[in-house]
């Protein structure tokens, strides 16, 4: 599996490199600013990119705007992002282009390899990988429609947009399947989306919807 990597801070980079090449992976580029991040995912078209929020030159949001535009020209471009920081606008536009292969995780919440690369693998496989943290600032918008989910509702979108089907989001929360497909049916009521047996499309749709909102 080819991998570009964007990191600016040299030990991470080469930590990264090294973790993702002992499972497997094949780092074809690894860089450390926003242009030359654009310039090897047009360039390599690699089955994932782990990318970082703030690159040089600017350290703002160089990262996630070299990862837009490159999917823009190759739609569906697997892109995970591993940041320090949640950039609201950027990321729910990255997460809402309705084309999967989406990730975002926190660095200083990512406890282990095999969540890592875990995460990487499903993002290359054209899922979502949520960070917890980072669906909660992208769910905080004041949406009534979403202000209408219950407790229980809430915590079921929220392990839908983790990229958990049914039956996962059943074990976390010890509810059977058809219990899950009853809250799932009704938070697509809610939000006025159709329900799909797809469980990265419908978490995309949901947050197309609120990125509309």
Not at 54 to 71: C, I, K, S
Not at 95 to 119: I, M, P, S
Not at 192 to 207: H, Q, Y
């Amino acid at each position: 599996m080819r991998v570009v990597l964007a990191e600016d801070l040299y030990l991470l980079r080469e930590g990264l490199k090294q973790l993702l090449t002992a499972h497997g992976f094949e780092i074809v580029a690894a860089v450390d600013n926003g242009p030359d991040l654009l310039r090897a995912l047009l360039t390599e078209r690699p089955d994932v990119a782990v990318v970082d929020v703030r690159l040089p030159p600017t350290q703002t949001d160089e990262g996630l705007q070299a990862a837009l535009a490159a999917r823009r020209e190759v739609p569906g471009l697997p892109v995970l992002v591993l940041s320090q920081h949640v950039e609201r606008l950027y990321a729910r536009e990255l997460l809402a282009d309705g084309t999967g292969g989406v990730g975002y995780l926190l660095k200083d919440r990512v406890f282990n390899a095999e969540q890592f690369v875990d995460a990487v693998r499903r993002v290359a496989a054209g899922g979502t990988a949520m960070d917890p943290d980072v669906i909660a600032k992208l769910f905080a918008t004041g949406d009534h429609n979403v202000g209408r989910l219950t407790p229980r509702e809430r915590e079921v979108l929220e392990l839908m947009a983790e990229g958990r089907s049914n039956a996962a989001i059943g074990q976390r929360l010890f509810l059977s399947e058809s219990a899950v497909g009853k809250h799932t049916a009704n938070i697509f009521g809610k939000l006025g989306l159709a329900a799909s047996d797809d469980d990265n499309r419908r978490v995309l749709a949901v947050l197309a919807y609120l990125d509309a909102r």
